[in-house]
C-alpha cells in the first residue's frame, strides 16, 4: 500500500511564502527609511550648536586683528592685515584651504574652521569719516551642516588703506 506522500513544497506555496517575506521586507525597509530621516531632523540642531563655537573663534580672531591691525587687501579668497606700511609680507593673512579658513602669521598656521559643506566668501566695505577709513569685512557663506550667520567685524584705519 502506498500512500500519497508529499515532500516538500507545491510551487504555490512557495509563491506565497515568498510573497509574505517581500512585504516583511518592504515594512522593514520603510521603518529603517522614516528612522533614518527622523535621526537627520534630530541632528540638524546639535550640528548647528556644535559649529557655534567655531564660529565664534572666527570672529573673535577677526574681530582682534583687525583692532590692532590694519586690513590692507581684501578679496573673495584673502584678508591681509599689517601695520600702517601694508607691504607683503603680511603680519597676519586669512586664506581658504579649500572650504575651510587659515589664520597664518609669523609662519604659523591655525585652521579656523573645519569641514565646512561650502566656499566662504571674504569681502569688505569701506567709507570715509573724518579722514578715517571706516568699513566692515565680512565673511559670507558660511555652512556647517547648515547655514550660519555671516561674520562682520568693524574696522577704522588711516585713510588710504579703503
Known amino acids: 500500500m502506498r500512500g500519497n506522500l508529499q515532500r516538500g513544497a507545491s510551487t504555490v506555496e512557495l509563491l506565497i511564502a515568498m510573497a509574505v517575506a517581500g512585504a516583511v521586507m518592504g515594512a522593514m525597509v520603510g521603518v529603517v527609511y522614516v528612522a533614518n530621516g527622523a535621526v537627520e531632523k534630530w541632528q540638524q540642531p546639535l550640528t548647528a ?5 567655531m564660529v565664534e573663534i572666527l570672529a573673535s580672531a577677526l574681530e582682534g586683528d583687525a583692532e590692532t ?13 599689517d601695520d600702517s606700511r601694508c607691504q607683503p609680507p603680511n603680519i597676519v593673512t586669512y586664506t581658504l584651504s579649500g572650504n575651510d579658513i587659515v589664520r597664518s602669521t609669523s609662519g604659523v598656521n591655525a585652521h579656523l574652521t573645519h569641514r565646512l559643506a561650502a566656499r566662504p566668501a571674504f569681502a569688505w566695505s569701506c567709507s570715509v569719516q573724518d579722514s578715517v577709513d571706516v568699513g566692515v569685512i565680512s565673511i559670507a557663506n558660511l555652512n556647517y551642516g547648515g547655514p550660519l550667520p555671516n561674520v562682520s567685524i568693524g574696522f577704522s584705519s588711516p585713510r588710504g588703506v579703503c
Open 49 to 53: 550648536a556644535a559649529a557655534r563655537p
Open 69 to 81: 591691525l590694519v586690513p590692507c587687501r581684501v578679496s573673495a579668497s584673502e584678508i591681509d592685515f
